[in-house]
């Protein structure tokens, strides 16, 4: 009997003209690159309303972006979705994104935050540091290997 493989969308966010800030698009794409199987990749300078209603036509949502201090090469954690009463329609916490999926579309996915540390983000440039490089290839090995896996729901808080 075959088991059904859960859906994964990779939200990665961030502005990609501010050097290490691009950690989270640059992880879409690398891991849209790969073509896993039940993968769906999406990059932006920002989360949106609209990324609820893709959030919700999956089983898991992973939401990547560049973190400013924090565990290296990257941190992973569960996150629970957010009551949402009010919203600015500029920019959203990941929370907010996963409970407007539920309080809009009836969803029940899943969302985990991944904070690929990075060092520089002052500056103008389409560039990653060499740190910052060097956690984003430790990120995507990581996805990799949850998504061969199939199964996401009992991740939790995962250490790199």
């Known amino acids: 009997m ?3 493989r859960e859906t994964l969308l990779l939200l990665g966010y961030g502005n ?5 800030d691009g950690l989270g698009p640059a992880l879409a794409a690398q891991v849209e690159s790969l073509a896993l199987p039940g ?3 999406q990059a932006d300078y920002q989360l949106c309303l609209e990324d609820s209603e893709a959030a919700a036509r ?3 949502v992973i939401f990547a972006d560049a973190a ?3 565990a290296e090469p990257f941190s ?3 996150i629970e979705p957010a009551s949402c009463l009010g919203f600015s329609t500029h920019a959203l916490q990941p929370e907010a994104v996963l409970g407007f999926a539920h309080q809009l579309f009836g969803a029940r996915t899943d969302g985990y935050t991944l904070g690929i540390r990075g060092y520089a983000f002052n500056g103008y440039g389409e560039s990653l540091t060499d740190q910052g490089r060097a956690n984003l290839t430790a990120a995507v090995a990581f996805v990799r ?3 061969g896996q199939g199964n996401f ?3 939790g808080e995962v250490e790199p």
Do not use: M, Y
């Open 16 to 20: 990609p003209g501010r050097l290490d």
């Open 145 to 147: 290997r949850v998504c």
């Open 153 to 155: 729901r009992d991740l």
């Open 58 to 60: 999956h089983d898991v």
């Open 39 to 41: 993968v769906a990749v």
């Open 68 to 70: 400013t201090s924090g």
């Open 2 to 4: 075959n088991e059904r």
């Open 76 to 78: 992973f954690q569960r």
